[in-house]
């Protein structure tokens, strides 16, 4: 069996330093280890290793038609994955890049099939997190590197997060901090006209279009192969069942959960402007503000499963697109 993964610090100078060199030469040696990105941590390898990538896919248990997004630290490794590099690229990349916006552009030869789930097109982005911006630059190749969870669980967004899902799957977790997105990036396909949103992200809809125009929304994920992660109606889901409602006042919640047969003392509420009191089994009062919200969101849903949660009640969102990637990270968490 194989023991707990090692945990690398990378608070100063040296220990970032000591971190950067020993994840780069375990990932030329064709293994996995966990990453700080500024969304979620990933579960990292060579891209261009299919041996390495398939590590990725049995460490997770993710299903083989669910392709990867390739991280790289620049725009000339960003074009080398592609075969070719569009004006509407250049001008995201200027936008929004390095960040958390991810593009769905025409594959190159030298990415393998199992990066893309043997579709013809990869998604690309350039993360701004500076610990695996070093990582890419010190392995000089880029970075296959989903979320470092079990597969359709809950991102991890803290070391801690990850040594509890995957703590005895890999040797080497890199501590960077807390994630300061908090969710998973936007992704956009590039490789039709017009383009579509794949997956809403905190880069929203309406900023990606006042750099291009005019957007596709995306429809439900057809045809042979997935273009994006996180497509799947099940995902980034809790241990507790979750489910989302809308409420007045406390009288106005415990009548709902009366007629959904759960008891209070089992719910644990995450609320943001109608704010509860007991006697639930726990509260917790997140942000009512977009990017604080979703930076604390996938936290408090890891401390609501462990302590124990069988429900997690979180209330409704406002309306706006900048609340629209958050709104669907719920929606999967609760199907």
């Known amino acids: 069996m194989r023991r707990n993964a090692k945990i690398l610090k990378t ?71 592609l075969r070719r590099w569009p004006r509407a690229a250049g001008r995201l990349a200027r936008a929004f890049w390095p960040g958390p916006l991810t593009l769905v552009l025409f594959r190159a030869p030298q990415i393998p099939d199992i990066v893309t789930a043997g579709g013809p097109t990869v998604g690309v982005r350039w993360p701004s997190h500076p610990f695996i911006q070093a990582v890419i630059r010190e392995c000089g190749f880029p970075i296959a590197a989903p979320s470092a969870n079990p597969f359709s669980q809950l991102s991890p967004t803290t070391a801690e997060h990850v040594r509890k899902g995957l703590g005895r799957r890999i040797s080497l977790i890199v501590d960077g901090g807390p994630a300061q997105v908090g969710i998973e990036s936007t992704v956009l396909d590039l490789s039709v006209t017009p383009p579509v949103l794949l997956r809403p992200g905190m880069i929203h809809e309406e900023a990606l279009a006042l750099v291009l125009g005019k957007l596709r929304a995306a429809t439900k994920a057809s045809g042979q192969f997935l273009k994006s992660p996180g497509q799947l109606p099940k995902h980034y889901a809790p241990q507790a069942k979750l489910i989302v409602l809308s409420w007045q006042d406390d009288a106005h919640l415990r009548k709902q959960l009366a007629e959904l047969k759960i008891p209070p003392r089992q719910s644990h509420i995450l609320a943001h402007t109608h704010i509860p009191a007991g006697p639930f089994a726990q509260i917790s009062v997140l942000p009512h503000e977009p990017q604080a919200f979703a930076r604390s969101l996938y936290a408090e849903l890891h401390r609501a499963d462990e302590a124990g949660a069988l429900h997690i009640i979180v209330e409704a969102l406002p309306k706006g697109p900048e609340w629209k990637a958050i709104a669907d990270r719920l929606h999967r968490a609760a199907a």
Do not use: W
Request: proline fraction near 7%.
């Open 11 to 81: 608070h100063t100078p040296k220990l970032f330093k000591a971190a950067v060199q020993e994840a780069a030469a375990l990932l030329r040696r064709g293994e996995v280890v966990a990453l700080p990105t500024e969304t979620v941590y990933g579960l990292a390898a060579n891209a261009l290793d299919a041996s390495a990538v398939r590590k990725i896919f049995e460490t997770k248990g993710r299903p083989p038609h669910n392709p990867i997004i390739v991280h790289v630290a620049s725009l000339e490794m960003a074009r080398a994955c």
